[in-house]
Protein backbone atom coordinates (compact mmCIF):
# COMPACT_ATOMS: atom_id res chain seq x y z
CA UNK A 1 0.00 0.00 0.00
CA UNK A 2 1.14 3.89 -0.48
CA UNK A 3 2.62 5.78 1.92
CA UNK A 4 -0.57 7.70 2.12
CA UNK A 5 -2.90 4.73 1.31
CA UNK A 6 -4.75 6.29 -2.05
CA UNK A 7 -6.08 4.07 -4.59
CA UNK A 8 -8.41 5.34 -7.14
CA UNK A 9 -10.98 2.97 -9.23
CA UNK A 10 -11.55 4.58 -12.81
CA UNK A 11 -14.48 1.72 -14.36
CA UNK A 12 -12.84 -1.71 -14.20
CA UNK A 13 -9.10 0.06 -13.73
CA UNK A 14 -7.99 0.13 -10.36
CA UNK A 15 -4.65 2.69 -10.45
CA UNK A 16 -2.34 3.22 -7.31
CA UNK A 17 -0.12 5.75 -8.50
CA UNK A 18 1.52 6.15 -5.51
CA UNK A 19 2.94 2.83 -5.83
CA UNK A 20 3.46 2.98 -9.66
CA UNK A 21 6.13 5.57 -10.01
CA UNK A 22 8.95 3.60 -10.44
CA UNK A 23 11.08 4.90 -13.46
CA UNK A 24 9.11 4.68 -16.28
CA UNK A 25 6.13 5.97 -14.77
CA UNK A 26 7.88 9.28 -13.52
CA UNK A 27 9.82 9.72 -17.11
CA UNK A 28 6.45 9.64 -18.29
CA UNK A 29 4.84 12.02 -15.45
CA UNK A 30 7.64 14.32 -16.58
CA UNK A 31 7.21 14.24 -19.91
CA UNK A 32 3.46 15.04 -19.68
CA UNK A 33 4.30 17.82 -17.35
CA UNK A 34 6.40 19.32 -19.93
CA UNK A 35 4.35 19.22 -22.49
CA UNK A 36 1.98 21.01 -20.69
CA UNK A 37 4.50 23.83 -20.21
CA UNK A 38 5.34 24.31 -24.05
CA UNK A 39 3.63 25.94 -26.87
CA UNK A 40 4.91 29.20 -26.51
CA UNK A 41 2.37 30.32 -23.96
CA UNK A 42 -0.90 29.67 -26.05
CA UNK A 43 -2.96 27.26 -24.04
CA UNK A 44 -2.55 23.40 -24.35
CA UNK A 45 -5.54 21.18 -24.51
CA UNK A 46 -5.19 18.31 -23.33
CA UNK A 47 -8.76 16.99 -22.81
CA UNK A 48 -10.73 16.66 -25.27
CA UNK A 49 -14.43 16.66 -23.35
CA UNK A 50 -17.29 15.68 -25.48
CA UNK A 51 -20.77 14.65 -25.60
CA UNK A 52 -23.14 13.23 -27.65
CA UNK A 53 -27.02 12.34 -28.59
CA UNK A 54 -28.54 9.14 -30.32
CA UNK A 55 -31.33 7.75 -31.60
CA UNK A 56 -31.34 4.91 -29.00
CA UNK A 57 -29.63 3.79 -26.51
CA UNK A 58 -27.87 1.02 -27.98
CA UNK A 59 -25.58 0.80 -31.37
CA UNK A 60 -26.11 -2.68 -31.31
CA UNK A 61 -29.93 -2.14 -32.44
CA UNK A 62 -28.92 -0.13 -34.85
CA UNK A 63 -29.14 3.46 -33.14
CA UNK A 64 -26.66 5.88 -34.52
CA UNK A 65 -25.33 9.42 -33.25
CA UNK A 66 -27.09 12.36 -33.70
CA UNK A 67 -25.28 15.01 -32.42
CA UNK A 68 -21.66 15.88 -31.30
CA UNK A 69 -19.95 18.45 -29.68
CA UNK A 70 -16.27 18.63 -28.51
CA UNK A 71 -14.77 21.43 -25.88
CA UNK A 72 -11.35 21.35 -25.99
CA UNK A 73 -9.79 21.96 -22.57
CA UNK A 74 -6.22 23.19 -20.57
CA UNK A 75 -4.82 21.51 -17.81
CA UNK A 76 -7.32 23.32 -15.42
CA UNK A 77 -9.92 22.02 -17.52
CA UNK A 78 -10.98 25.67 -18.70
CA UNK A 79 -12.13 25.29 -22.46
CA UNK A 80 -10.11 26.70 -24.93
CA UNK A 81 -12.24 25.65 -27.66
CA UNK A 82 -15.64 24.51 -28.55
CA UNK A 83 -16.83 22.22 -31.59
CA UNK A 84 -20.49 20.66 -32.71
CA UNK A 85 -22.79 19.73 -35.21
CA UNK A 86 -25.98 17.88 -35.96
CA UNK A 87 -25.52 14.78 -37.34
CA UNK A 88 -27.72 13.01 -40.02
CA UNK A 89 -28.55 9.25 -38.48
CA UNK A 90 -29.51 8.27 -41.83
CA UNK A 91 -32.97 6.75 -40.23
CA UNK A 92 -35.51 7.77 -37.72
CA UNK A 93 -34.08 10.23 -35.13
CA UNK A 94 -35.72 8.13 -31.80
CA UNK A 95 -37.19 9.99 -28.85
CA UNK A 96 -37.36 13.66 -30.00
CA UNK A 97 -39.03 14.17 -26.14
CA UNK A 98 -35.62 13.88 -24.78
CA UNK A 99 -33.18 15.40 -27.33
CA UNK A 100 -35.03 17.85 -28.82
CA UNK A 101 -34.55 17.09 -32.41
CA UNK A 102 -37.00 16.19 -34.93
CA UNK A 103 -36.09 14.76 -38.72
CA UNK A 104 -36.15 18.41 -40.05
CA UNK A 105 -33.45 19.41 -38.03
CA UNK A 106 -30.87 16.78 -39.03
CA UNK A 107 -31.70 15.90 -42.43
CA UNK A 108 -29.47 18.42 -44.18
CA UNK A 109 -26.69 17.83 -41.47
CA UNK A 110 -23.44 16.19 -42.66
CA UNK A 111 -23.51 12.50 -42.24
CA UNK A 112 -20.65 10.59 -39.44
CA UNK A 113 -18.99 10.14 -41.97
CA UNK A 114 -18.46 13.70 -43.53
CA UNK A 115 -17.31 15.10 -39.91
CA UNK A 116 -15.17 11.93 -39.07
CA UNK A 117 -11.87 13.48 -40.41
CA UNK A 118 -12.26 16.60 -38.42
CA UNK A 119 -13.56 14.89 -35.39
CA UNK A 120 -10.50 12.63 -35.11
CA UNK A 121 -8.42 15.65 -35.32
CA UNK A 122 -9.76 16.79 -32.12
CA UNK A 123 -9.35 13.49 -30.49
CA UNK A 124 -6.36 12.51 -31.50
CA UNK A 125 -3.32 13.40 -28.53
CA UNK A 126 -6.17 14.29 -26.02
CA UNK A 127 -7.48 12.73 -23.11
CA UNK A 128 -11.43 12.29 -23.76
CA UNK A 129 -14.06 12.94 -21.04
CA UNK A 130 -17.43 11.86 -20.78
CA UNK A 131 -20.12 11.78 -18.48
CA UNK A 132 -21.41 7.91 -18.46
CA UNK A 133 -17.75 7.73 -20.74
CA UNK A 134 -18.75 4.17 -21.71
CA UNK A 135 -22.25 4.72 -23.50
CA UNK A 136 -20.13 7.74 -25.86
CA UNK A 137 -17.29 6.11 -26.73
CA UNK A 138 -19.34 3.04 -27.77
CA UNK A 139 -21.42 5.24 -29.92
CA UNK A 140 -18.30 6.40 -31.63
CA UNK A 141 -16.31 3.25 -31.86
CA UNK A 142 -19.37 2.11 -33.62
CA UNK A 143 -19.75 4.88 -35.79
CA UNK A 144 -15.89 5.22 -36.90
CA UNK A 145 -16.14 1.10 -37.34
CA UNK A 146 -18.91 1.91 -39.63
CA UNK A 147 -16.37 3.65 -41.83
CA UNK A 148 -13.70 0.33 -41.35
CA UNK A 149 -11.90 2.24 -39.02
CA UNK A 150 -10.53 1.43 -35.88
CA UNK A 151 -10.08 3.92 -33.36
CA UNK A 152 -8.46 3.99 -29.54
CA UNK A 153 -11.99 4.32 -27.66
CA UNK A 154 -12.58 1.94 -24.86
CA UNK A 155 -14.29 2.45 -21.54
CA UNK A 156 -10.84 2.35 -20.25
CA UNK A 157 -9.12 5.08 -22.36
CA UNK A 158 -10.77 8.07 -21.22
CA UNK A 159 -11.93 9.81 -17.78
CA UNK A 160 -15.78 9.51 -16.52
CA UNK A 161 -16.71 12.31 -14.80
CA UNK A 162 -19.85 10.17 -13.74
CA UNK A 163 -17.57 7.01 -12.04
CA UNK A 164 -15.54 9.91 -11.03
CA UNK A 165 -18.05 11.78 -8.78
CA UNK A 166 -17.86 9.38 -5.69
CA UNK A 167 -14.10 10.60 -5.44
CA UNK A 168 -14.54 14.51 -5.87
CA UNK A 169 -18.91 15.15 -4.98
CA UNK A 170 -20.62 14.62 -2.08
CA UNK A 171 -23.03 11.46 -1.97
CA UNK A 172 -26.04 11.86 -4.48
CA UNK A 173 -27.04 10.80 -7.57
CA UNK A 174 -24.70 10.90 -10.74
CA UNK A 175 -26.89 12.13 -13.69
CA UNK A 176 -24.91 15.26 -15.19
CA UNK A 177 -27.50 17.76 -13.83
CA UNK A 178 -27.17 16.30 -10.48
CA UNK A 179 -23.66 16.37 -10.26
CA UNK A 180 -23.33 19.61 -11.74
CA UNK A 181 -26.05 20.57 -8.99
CA UNK A 182 -23.93 19.34 -6.13
CA UNK A 183 -21.36 22.24 -7.10
CA UNK A 184 -23.67 24.81 -7.44
CA UNK A 185 -24.20 25.37 -11.22
CA UNK A 186 -26.97 24.28 -13.54
CA UNK A 187 -27.41 22.81 -16.80
CA UNK A 188 -29.07 25.61 -18.59
CA UNK A 189 -30.66 22.88 -21.96
CA UNK A 190 -29.59 19.39 -20.61
CA UNK A 191 -29.44 16.87 -23.89
CA UNK A 192 -28.21 19.55 -26.11
CA UNK A 193 -24.46 17.68 -26.84
CA UNK A 194 -22.73 21.11 -26.26
CA UNK A 195 -24.44 22.59 -23.63
CA UNK A 196 -23.68 18.95 -21.87
CA UNK A 197 -20.05 19.10 -22.93
CA UNK A 198 -19.77 22.47 -21.29
CA UNK A 199 -20.87 21.06 -18.22
CA UNK A 200 -19.17 17.93 -18.26
CA UNK A 201 -15.83 20.38 -18.46
CA UNK A 202 -16.96 22.30 -15.46
CA UNK A 203 -17.05 18.86 -13.56
CA UNK A 204 -13.55 18.24 -14.78
CA UNK A 205 -12.57 21.65 -14.08
CA UNK A 206 -13.95 21.28 -10.45
CA UNK A 207 -12.41 17.65 -9.54
CA UNK A 208 -8.68 18.82 -11.03
CA UNK A 209 -9.05 21.94 -8.81
CA UNK A 210 -10.17 19.26 -6.25
CA UNK A 211 -7.43 17.39 -6.19
CA UNK A 212 -4.39 19.19 -6.60
CA UNK A 213 -2.43 16.45 -8.18
CA UNK A 214 -5.23 15.58 -11.30
CA UNK A 215 -2.87 14.80 -13.48
CA UNK A 216 -0.63 12.72 -11.48
CA UNK A 217 -3.40 10.52 -9.90
CA UNK A 218 -5.04 9.39 -13.42
CA UNK A 219 -1.01 9.35 -14.84
CA UNK A 220 -2.28 5.82 -16.60
CA UNK A 221 -5.11 6.68 -17.94
CA UNK A 222 -4.37 9.55 -19.58
CA UNK A 223 -0.98 8.25 -20.54
CA UNK A 224 -2.88 5.52 -22.49
CA UNK A 225 -5.55 7.51 -23.51
CA UNK A 226 -2.78 10.52 -25.14
CA UNK A 227 -0.37 7.73 -27.06
CA UNK A 228 -3.82 6.37 -29.08
CA UNK A 229 -2.87 5.41 -32.55
CA UNK A 230 -5.81 7.08 -34.16
CA UNK A 231 -6.38 6.16 -38.13
CA UNK A 232 -5.50 8.53 -40.66
CA UNK A 233 -9.09 9.81 -41.85
CA UNK A 234 -9.35 12.49 -44.68
CA UNK A 235 -11.26 15.55 -43.94
CA UNK A 236 -14.09 15.85 -45.36
CA UNK A 237 -15.62 19.22 -46.80
CA UNK A 238 -18.85 19.07 -45.23
CA UNK A 239 -20.58 22.18 -43.25
CA UNK A 240 -21.03 21.28 -39.66
CA UNK A 241 -25.06 22.43 -38.60
CA UNK A 242 -25.55 23.60 -35.09
CA UNK A 243 -28.94 23.55 -33.28
CA UNK A 244 -28.81 27.41 -33.53
CA UNK A 245 -28.65 27.72 -36.96
CA UNK A 246 -31.68 25.56 -37.55
CA UNK A 247 -33.28 27.25 -34.92
CA UNK A 248 -32.51 30.92 -37.24
CA UNK A 249 -33.74 29.21 -40.48
CA UNK A 250 -36.90 27.92 -39.07
CA UNK A 251 -37.92 31.54 -38.32
CA UNK A 252 -37.71 32.20 -42.03
CA UNK A 253 -40.54 31.07 -44.67
CA UNK A 254 -39.11 29.17 -47.24
CA UNK A 255 -40.07 31.31 -50.55
CA UNK A 256 -37.39 33.83 -48.60
CA UNK A 257 -34.93 31.77 -50.11
CA UNK A 258 -36.11 32.62 -53.59
CA UNK A 259 -35.34 35.44 -55.49
CA UNK A 260 -37.42 38.40 -55.77
CA UNK A 261 -38.45 39.97 -58.92
CA UNK A 262 -41.41 41.50 -61.03
CA UNK A 263 -43.88 38.63 -61.79
CA UNK A 264 -44.25 37.82 -65.19
CA UNK A 265 -47.51 38.67 -67.02
CA UNK A 266 -48.02 35.09 -68.66
CA UNK A 267 -48.72 32.24 -67.23
CA UNK A 268 -45.54 29.77 -66.70
CA UNK A 269 -45.90 26.84 -69.18
CA UNK A 270 -45.07 24.25 -66.93
CA UNK A 271 -47.59 25.65 -63.84
CA UNK A 272 -49.64 22.63 -64.12
CA UNK A 273 -46.48 20.33 -63.02
CA UNK A 274 -45.55 22.86 -60.30
CA UNK A 275 -49.62 22.91 -58.92
CA UNK A 276 -49.71 19.18 -59.09
CA UNK A 277 -46.27 18.81 -57.07
CA UNK A 278 -48.44 21.13 -54.40
CA UNK A 279 -51.46 18.98 -54.31
CA UNK A 280 -49.19 15.98 -53.96
CA UNK A 281 -47.04 17.69 -50.80
CA UNK A 282 -50.15 18.87 -48.97
CA UNK A 283 -52.29 16.00 -48.79
CA UNK A 284 -51.45 16.26 -45.30
CA UNK A 285 -52.22 20.12 -45.62
CA UNK A 286 -48.38 20.77 -44.02
CA UNK A 287 -44.98 21.02 -45.65
CA UNK A 288 -42.13 18.93 -44.06
CA UNK A 289 -38.83 20.52 -44.61
CA UNK A 290 -38.05 18.00 -47.52
CA UNK A 291 -41.48 19.16 -49.35
CA UNK A 292 -39.99 22.82 -48.66
CA UNK A 293 -36.55 22.14 -50.60
CA UNK A 294 -38.54 19.80 -52.91
CA UNK A 295 -40.93 22.98 -54.20
CA UNK A 296 -37.80 25.33 -53.71
CA UNK A 297 -36.17 23.13 -56.23
CA UNK A 298 -38.81 22.41 -58.67
CA UNK A 299 -39.27 26.44 -58.41
CA UNK A 300 -35.77 27.45 -59.31
CA UNK A 301 -35.58 25.04 -62.09
CA UNK A 302 -38.26 26.67 -63.62
CA UNK A 303 -36.89 29.92 -63.06
CA UNK A 304 -39.58 31.63 -60.98
CA UNK A 305 -39.30 33.93 -58.43
CA UNK A 306 -40.82 34.46 -55.55
CA UNK A 307 -43.55 36.43 -56.78
CA UNK A 308 -44.24 33.50 -59.36
CA UNK A 309 -44.45 31.44 -56.99
CA UNK A 310 -46.86 32.79 -54.85
CA UNK A 311 -48.80 33.70 -57.28
CA UNK A 312 -49.22 30.10 -57.77
CA UNK A 313 -50.05 29.71 -54.92
CA UNK A 314 -53.15 31.87 -54.59
CA UNK A 315 -54.06 30.05 -57.76
CA UNK A 316 -53.87 26.48 -56.13
CA UNK A 317 -55.88 28.26 -53.36
CA UNK A 318 -58.88 29.72 -55.67
CA UNK A 319 -59.07 25.91 -56.81
CA UNK A 320 -58.89 24.47 -53.11
CA UNK A 321 -61.80 27.49 -52.55
CA UNK A 322 -63.74 26.29 -55.22
CA UNK A 323 -63.88 22.26 -53.82
CA UNK A 324 -64.51 23.76 -50.33
CA UNK A 325 -67.43 25.33 -52.12
CA UNK A 326 -69.05 22.57 -54.14
CA UNK A 327 -71.88 21.86 -51.32
CA UNK A 328 -72.28 25.52 -50.85
CA UNK A 329 -71.21 25.40 -47.34
CA UNK A 330 -67.36 26.46 -45.63
CA UNK A 331 -67.71 24.81 -42.23
CA UNK A 332 -65.35 26.18 -39.61
CA UNK A 333 -63.20 22.81 -39.97
CA UNK A 334 -62.66 23.61 -43.43
CA UNK A 335 -61.41 26.73 -43.16
CA UNK A 336 -59.36 26.01 -40.76
CA UNK A 337 -57.90 23.53 -42.98
CA UNK A 338 -57.84 26.46 -45.48
CA UNK A 339 -56.00 28.67 -43.45
CA UNK A 340 -53.60 26.40 -42.60
CA UNK A 341 -52.60 25.28 -45.79
CA UNK A 342 -52.11 29.36 -46.30
CA UNK A 343 -50.15 30.04 -43.91
CA UNK A 344 -47.78 26.96 -45.13
CA UNK A 345 -47.66 28.97 -48.87
CA UNK A 346 -46.79 31.98 -47.41
CA UNK A 347 -50.44 33.41 -47.63
CA UNK A 348 -52.82 35.46 -45.55
CA UNK A 349 -56.32 35.22 -44.24
CA UNK A 350 -57.31 37.70 -46.67
CA UNK A 351 -55.86 35.27 -49.52
CA UNK A 352 -58.08 32.58 -48.00
CA UNK A 353 -61.15 34.69 -48.37
CA UNK A 354 -60.29 35.86 -51.96
CA UNK A 355 -60.32 32.22 -53.06
CA UNK A 356 -63.61 31.20 -51.50
CA UNK A 357 -65.11 34.62 -52.92
CA UNK A 358 -63.41 34.05 -56.81
CA UNK A 359 -66.06 33.88 -59.07
CA UNK A 360 -64.00 31.96 -61.97
CA UNK A 361 -61.07 29.36 -61.30
CA UNK A 362 -58.47 29.36 -64.54
CA UNK A 363 -58.54 25.61 -65.86
CA UNK A 364 -54.77 25.34 -65.12
CA UNK A 365 -55.22 25.66 -61.24
CA UNK A 366 -58.60 22.79 -61.39
CA UNK A 367 -56.64 19.40 -62.86
CA UNK A 368 -56.51 17.03 -60.11
CA UNK A 369 -56.11 19.37 -57.02
CA UNK A 370 -57.97 17.33 -54.55
CA UNK A 371 -58.74 14.38 -55.51
CA UNK A 372 -56.37 12.00 -53.92
CA UNK A 373 -58.05 9.15 -52.35
CA UNK A 374 -57.23 6.32 -50.91
CA UNK A 375 -59.25 2.85 -52.47
CA UNK A 376 -59.09 -0.42 -51.60
CA UNK A 377 -56.11 -2.75 -52.95
CA UNK A 378 -54.02 0.61 -53.04
CA UNK A 379 -50.26 -0.43 -51.40
CA UNK A 380 -49.28 1.49 -47.73
CA UNK A 381 -46.12 1.16 -46.21
CA UNK A 382 -45.34 2.21 -42.73
CA UNK A 383 -42.21 3.87 -41.35
CA UNK A 384 -41.82 5.25 -37.38
CA UNK A 385 -43.19 4.64 -34.25
CA UNK A 386 -46.11 7.19 -33.61
CA UNK A 387 -46.39 7.80 -30.14
CA UNK A 388 -49.56 6.41 -28.30
CA UNK A 389 -50.69 4.12 -31.34
CA UNK A 390 -49.46 0.53 -31.60
CA UNK A 391 -48.38 0.15 -35.20
CA UNK A 392 -49.75 -3.43 -35.53
CA UNK A 393 -53.48 -1.78 -34.68
CA UNK A 394 -52.53 0.79 -37.91
CA UNK A 395 -51.90 -1.87 -40.30
CA UNK A 396 -54.54 -4.15 -39.03
CA UNK A 397 -57.03 -1.47 -39.41
CA UNK A 398 -55.66 -0.73 -43.44
CA UNK A 399 -55.90 -4.33 -43.90
CA UNK A 400 -59.56 -4.54 -42.64
CA UNK A 401 -60.37 -1.53 -45.35
CA UNK A 402 -58.77 -3.36 -48.29
CA UNK A 403 -55.58 -1.79 -48.14
CA UNK A 404 -52.03 -3.68 -49.00
CA UNK A 405 -49.97 -3.11 -46.14
CA UNK A 406 -46.19 -3.93 -47.28
CA UNK A 407 -42.95 -3.36 -45.70
CA UNK A 408 -41.11 -1.91 -48.46
CA UNK A 409 -41.47 0.93 -50.25
CA UNK A 410 -41.82 0.52 -54.45
CA UNK A 411 -43.29 2.27 -57.25
CA UNK A 412 -46.10 0.94 -56.59
CA UNK A 413 -47.06 2.23 -53.20
CA UNK A 414 -49.57 4.31 -53.13
CA UNK A 415 -48.60 6.00 -50.13
CA UNK A 416 -46.17 6.33 -47.10
CA UNK A 417 -47.50 6.76 -43.53
CA UNK A 418 -44.64 8.48 -41.53
CA UNK A 419 -44.34 9.10 -37.70
CA UNK A 420 -42.73 12.00 -38.83
CA UNK A 421 -43.39 13.57 -42.16
CA UNK A 422 -39.69 14.62 -42.55
CA UNK A 423 -38.25 11.20 -41.60
CA UNK A 424 -35.30 10.29 -42.93
CA UNK A 425 -35.84 6.44 -42.97
CA UNK A 426 -34.77 4.19 -45.63
CA UNK A 427 -38.22 3.50 -46.45
CA UNK A 428 -39.19 7.46 -46.44
CA UNK A 429 -36.00 8.59 -48.89
CA UNK A 430 -36.87 5.69 -51.13
CA UNK A 431 -40.46 7.75 -51.27
CA UNK A 432 -38.85 10.69 -51.81
CA UNK A 433 -36.63 9.24 -54.77
CA UNK A 434 -39.94 7.69 -56.47
CA UNK A 435 -42.27 10.60 -55.97
CA UNK A 436 -44.36 8.34 -53.62
CA UNK A 437 -46.53 10.74 -51.18
CA UNK A 438 -45.49 10.93 -47.63
CA UNK A 439 -48.19 11.97 -44.37
CA UNK A 440 -48.24 12.03 -40.69
CA UNK A 441 -50.50 9.91 -39.35
CA UNK A 442 -52.97 12.40 -38.45
CA UNK A 443 -54.19 13.30 -42.38
CA UNK A 444 -53.71 9.31 -42.84
CA UNK A 445 -56.36 8.29 -40.16
CA UNK A 446 -58.78 11.12 -42.14
CA UNK A 447 -58.09 9.36 -45.53
CA UNK A 448 -58.98 5.91 -44.33
CA UNK A 449 -62.50 7.61 -42.94
CA UNK A 450 -62.98 8.74 -45.81
CA UNK A 451 -62.34 5.22 -47.16
CA UNK A 452 -64.49 3.51 -44.30
CA UNK A 453 -67.41 6.30 -45.63
CA UNK A 454 -67.11 5.06 -49.47
CA UNK A 455 -67.50 1.32 -48.36
CA UNK A 456 -70.48 1.77 -46.33
CA UNK A 457 -72.59 3.98 -48.94
Not at 168 to 189: D, K, Q, W
Not at 231 to 238: I, R
Not at 353 to 374: I, P, Q, Y
Request: glycine share 8%; aromatic share 6%; proline share 4%.
Amino acid sequence: MAANGRVHLLGSLLLKPDEAHDASQCQRWVGLRASAASGGGAPVSRYAVLDIETTGLSPAHHHRVLEVAVALADDDGHVVYEWDTLVNPQRDVGATEIHGLAAADVYGAPTFEQIAGELQSLLRGRVPVAHNFSFDVRFLSSEFGRLGLSVPLSPTTGLCTMRLASRYLPPGPRSLEACCGRMGCRVEFAHAALEDARAVAKLLSHYISADGDFLGSWIDVISVAQAGAWPVVPAATATRVSRKQVAARSTQHFLGRLASRTPRVEMHPEANSYLALLDRVLLDQHLSRHEEDELLSVATMMGLSREDALGLHRLYMTALGRLALEDGVVTSDERSDLDRVAGSLGLSTADVDAALTAHTVDALSMGEVGSFALMPADAVVFTGEVPGIDRADLEYQARSLGLRVTGAVSRNTRLVIAADPDSISGKARKARDLGVPIVGCAAYLRMLDSLARGRSA
